[in-house]
Structure formats: C-alpha cells, structure tokens
C-alpha cells in the first residue's frame, strides 16, 4: 500500500457543490503539500501546510492539517467548472528533501 | 516569476535510442527533480540533485541516468530506451527543505 493515500481517487460533482478530498499519511508528517495538475500539463501549487491544525484558503479551496490523524483535507466550496483536474498531495516525512505522493484524485465538475 | 522549463512536450522514440530530456530553471535553486508519473501511481521520483554534479537516486533509478554540469539545467538520460519507460516525466526545482517545489509542464514519452 502506498505510504501516502488519497480518497476518493475520482471524484464527479455538480458545478456549485461542495467536496472534500482527503491526505493520509502511514509516517509523521513534517509538511503537507497540495498541487492542482490540468490533463497532461505540470503540477500548479497551491498551499503547503506544516503546524497541526493549520488551515489555510485560497479563494475557493481551503485546506487543513491534522497532525495526530497524519492527516490533511482539501475542500472546494461552490465548485466551478475551473476546480476540474487532478489534486495530489505531497508529503514530508523526514528531514530529507524528498517528498511523498499521492497517486491523486480526479476532479470532474458536472455542468 | 518562477519558470521551471522542459525541452519538450511531447516525444516518440524507438527502443533501443538513447533519450535525453532536458529541465532548465531560472531560480537559482539547488534542489532539481525528476519524476515519471502512471496512471494509479502517482509522482514517483527517478533521480535529485542537490547541486551542481551531485546527484542521488529516487525510489526508480534503473534505466535512468542524470546530469547536472551548470546549477540551472538537470538533464534525465534514458541510454536504451524500452517501452516500459512510456511514461509522463516531471521535472521540478526547490530552493531546500520545506519550500515549495516548482514543476515544469511534464514530457510525454512515448518509446515505440
């Protein structure tokens, strides 16, 4: 099993619905990432997240840290056809510079 | 702003060529990456580099090789390309731990 697991793998929701995607993490976290990836396009950044219970938001998507779970959630209030793509998170988890995958989930929005 | 660059979108080789793929970022960072990305597997790291003629192998070395002769440029070398190599790869760049990693738009690889 991966080290890093993401859920749901795909994900369809109506335009204006809202929906979460979760992070979890088999080894302490040090620091969260979560990146936005278009079909067959490089990876766009969109927050990293490193205290427990640290939450932070970017327009419509806000995404949180919980630290004794090894856990971090993504959440997209009123989505737009805009939010469709991939959502992977990255993770930390020693004092290297490497991170951790997740395998990613599949956003589509239904008009 | 930052840029992180890839020398190619797309590329069709046959098996058996030797394949360079090249990266090149503007933000004198040390740290370069790089990834191949499947379907269900996620980003999965071949080689990093954390200066100039440094570099350490991934999770996936084998059948890769890398270079990095100027700070800017990290090159991914594929010396006999095989099928199984068909893949999206990644590069990426970071200043050092904990910061955040700047992707490039991906090469589409595919060994025929």
């Known amino acids: 099993s991966q080290e890093l697991e993401q859920s749901p793998q795909s994900l369809i929701v109506q335009e204006g619905k809202n929906l979460t995607i979760n992070c979890t993490s088999s080894?302490?976290?040090?620091?969260l990432y979560w990146y936005k990836q278009k079909y067959g396009e490089g990876l766009i950044f969109l927050m990293m997240l490193q205290k427990g219970g640290e939450e932070k938001s970017h327009e419509k998507i806000t995404a949180k840290l919980d630290e004794k779970k090894q856990q971090s959630s993504l959440h997209i209030t009123a989505s737009q056809p805009s939010h469709a793509g991939i959502y992977l998170c990255?993770?930390?988890?020693?004092?290297?510079?490497?991170?951790?995958w997740g395998a990613g989930t599949k956003l589509i929005i239904k008009p | 702003d930052v840029k992180v660059t890839q020398s190619s979108r797309y590329l069709v080789k046959r098996t058996g060529e030797k394949v360079f793929l090249e990266c090149v970022q503007d933000m004198d960072h040390e740290n370069m990456f790089w990834y191949r990305q499947d379907p269900g597997l996620g980003l999965r790291l071949i080689y990093f580099?954390?200066?100039?003629?440094?570099?350490e192998k991934g999770d996936i070395p084998e059948g890769y090789s890398v270079s990095r002769e100027k700070k800017e440029r990290f090159s991914l070398i594929l010396e006999s390309a095989s099928t199984n190599q068909t893949s999206m790869y990644l590069c990426?760049?970071?200043?050092?731990?904990?910061?955040?990693?700047?992707f490039g738009p991906g090469t589409r690889l595919l060994v025929l």
């Open positions: 580099s954390y200066d100039v003629k440094m570099k």
């Open positions: 990426a760049s970071m200043l050092g731990s904990l910061e955040t990693q700047y």
């Open positions: 990255g993770a930390v988890v020693d004092s290297n510079y490497q991170l951790i």
């Open positions: 080894k302490t976290l040090y620091g």
